[in-house]
Nanobody, 131 residues
């Protein structure tokens, strides 16, 4: 099984910015990379999903007001590393952030934002935001 590995967990200040990384072990298959976060006792929340096919990149961002417009997903041209840029951080962004990958789910509408669509998850990294 191909398991992604996140890095970049941090303690940050309100209003700051940070970048998380996700490394995907070598795979020749096309895949979707999703970013999610979770706080204790809450459901896992979708942030963004990104897929690459035939030179085109497909982005999907969650509509949730809690993340929309502040977080940006990207992937390297080699597609094996992804990034999640976090901006204008607030204390409500304190959570464990996960990278997940899924094969065979990229469509013309992009990659899914539902956690159940992803079969392989990283261990998660903690982001703590304080004032």
């Amino acid at each position: 099984q191909v398991v992604p590995v996140e890095s970049g967990g941090t303690s940050a200040q309100t209003g700051g910015a940070h970048i998380l990384s996700c490394e995907v072990p070598e795979t020749a298959d096309e895949f979707c990379m999703g970013w999610f976060r979770q706080v204790p006792e809450n459901e896992r929340e979708a942030i963004a999903a990104i897929g690459v096919r035939g030179g085109s990149t497909y982005y999907n961002y969650a509509d949730a007001a809690s993340v929309k417009g502040r977080f940006t997903a990207s992937r390297t041209s080699a597609q094996k590393r992804g990034f999640l840029q976090l901006k204008r951080l607030t204390q409500k962004d304190t959570a464990i952030y996960y990278c997940a990958i899924a094969f065979g789910v990229l469509t013309t509408r992009g990659c899914p934002l539902t956690a159940t669509s992803y079969g392989s998850w990283g261990q998660g990294v903690q982001v703590t935001v304080s004032s």
